[in-house]
């Protein structure tokens, strides 16, 4: 089973940037790997996914211009650029990985997901 653990949340100011980190636990290279983030009282919503081979990219429109989502396949890890950041920004943020070869843009498209970090951004 993999274990995903992500790191790099913080508080910024608006216009700031942070780079959102996700460790898996073993080797990862047959996963897509999304990015979700789950507001206070809101659903969870995609963020931004990448193929297994990082060739094809999604992003929420929300997102889209700012964040960017990479992977070093060789030290199992996924990043989360964020760029430009808005208070609405302001959630947690999930790493998670998929055994689905589509634009895997549902929680339950799915099978493991990270604990989350906090990424708070205020005006």
């Known amino acids: 089973q993999v274990q995903l653990v992500e790191s790099g949340g913080g508080s910024v100011q608006a216009g700031e940037a942070l780079r959102l980190s996700c460790a898996a636990s073993e080797r990862f290279s047959g996963y897509t790997m999304g990015w979700f983030r789950q507001a206070l009282g809101k659903e969870r919503e995609f963020v931004a996914s990448?193929?297994?081979?990082?060739?094809?990219?999604h992003f929420a429109d929300s997102v889209k211009d700012r964040f960017t989502i990479s992977r070093d396949t060789a030290n199992n890890m996924v990043y989360l650029q964020m760029n430009s950041l808005k208070p609405e920004d302001t959630a947690f943020y999930h790493c998670?990985?998929?055994?689905?070869?589509?634009?895997?843009?549902?929680?339950?498209?799915?099978?493991?997901w990270g604990q989350g970090t906090q990424v708070t951004v205020s005006s």
């Open positions: 998670a990985a998929s055994k689905f070869t589509g634009w895997a843009r549902y929680p339950y498209d799915y099978d493991y």
């Open positions: 990448i193929s297994w081979n990082g060739a094809t990219t």
